[in-house]
């Protein structure tokens, strides 16, 4: 019996991610089987019209197309099975037909997907795969010159895999019917380990193909990033002149860096998008457990000669990228140092010419208000004299103007000065 807790409320996610480790779970197939597998690259609108083109197919065979909310479907349609993931930047789709004993690669999985509906799919193939998984003990792959005639007598690339249940072939060549191919011979792989062994085989070469999208860009990139390092050089060689003009200078260095950061920030996402799917790759090849068989390339030996170098390029364009970022920082920061240095020797100038000037004004002004007082006395002596002049008429006052307006000049000149004096006084006070 079931024992019910009074517990807090549950997350609104809970159960949600707990079941994501349950989601896009690989298939269980009836060996023999035959698999097709086609990835497409979708832009944002695209995916819409994926979704609504996937529910057809759903609705012609009465299956429950998945919600708006879930990226991955698992079905029997009829005579085949459907596997469906979208993807941040593609779409795969993976068909099944089990207990199919035809020869490898006649009679493939897709002819039993509707025509009219494979047509009309969104987007633009990147991977395109068949795949069959025979019994090892069948006389037309009794040797590896036999197993060659699957794939055009190319090179075969391959390896006993989980655990030496099986051994899995490729050329990783596109070939005259535009897919690539995968031959997997049985020798006691169990359901769960086909279906895994399939995906992981898939996954490799849509993984690999994906990282591989940043690698023209890299090179394309490598020119511009000479360019890049070249003018960076002749600036910092200028900076490095007593005679050079720093605010030009300054100019040039911030055109670079817009230049630099431009590039970086179209094609960051790609190149750091090649190192996750390359770290897909030898993921997915770990996985595999890989035994060598005699004569034959592995696939992780195959993919660490071809793909490990495409990889490291991207790698080093992004870390040029990087380091002539900083550069140009540093040769910027340097740059502006020099530039701030000369204004504050200018402002410095500036202000002595500005301590200069205040100190003659200030002399000019103390002669000013010698003469200001000289003025005022005169003015005031003047008044005194006029008065003086006035009350002579009358009767009561018999007074020299000359000499009472000569005895009033020093007192005059004492008081005038005085009062200027103190005026100055409360002046530098207020500003104290």
Known sequence: MTQIFHLPENHPQRFQLHNEVHARAPIILKLPVKSSFIAITLSNQEKQQERAHLAKLCERYGVTPPKDDVFHLSATLDSFQIRWEQHTEFSTYAFYVQNNTEDPFTKLALELVPVDWLKKLPGNIIVAAHASIVEASQPSISNIHLISAFFSGNPV???????????????????????????????????????????????????????????????????????????????????????????????????????????????????????????????????????????????????????????????????????????????????????????????????????????????????????????ITSYIVSLISSITKAANTSVWFDLDPVLVTGLSIPFVLLFVALAVRRIHKKIHKGNE
């Not at 193909?209 to 940043?214: D, R, S």
């Not at 030996?301 to 040029?320: G, V, W, Y």
Request: glycine residues 6%; charged residues 25%.
């Open 157 to 375: 690339i391959g390896a006993e895999v989980t655990g030496g249940a099986a051994q899995a072939f490729t050329d990783f060549k596109i070939h005259a019917d535009g897919f690539s191919r995968f031959l997997i011979l049985d020798y006691h792989l169990k359901p769960g380990q086909a279906g895994r062994l399939l995906q992981r085989l898939f996954e490799i070469e849509v993984y690999r193909v994906m990282a591989l999208l940043a690698f023209p860009i890299a090179k394309q990139l490598a020119s511009a990033l000479n360019k890049t390092d070249k003018q960076l050089l002749m600036i910092t060689s200028t900076m490095a002149k007593s005679d050079c003009n720093d605010g030009n200078l300054l100019d040039e260095l911030t055109s670079l860096a817009a230049e630099l950061e431009n590039n970086i920030s179209i094609h960051h996402y790609r190149l750091s998008a090649a190192s996750a799917y390359y770290h897909l790759v030898e993921q997915r090849i770990e996985d595999l457990r890989e035994v060598r068989i005699q004569g034959i390339q592995t696939i992780g030996e195959f993919m660490k000669r071809r793909l490990e170098p495409a990889i490291d390029t991207c790698k080093t364009t992004s870390n040029r990228f990087s380091l002539l970022s900083k550069r140009i920082n540093n040769a910027g920061q340097l740059l502006r140092t020099r530039v701030d240095i000369s204004i504050e020797r200018q402002n410095q100038a500036l202000l002595t010419s500005m301590d200069l000037r205040a100190k003659m004004q200030l002399r000019l002004q103390e002669t000013v208000e010698g003469l200001s007082i000289v003025a």
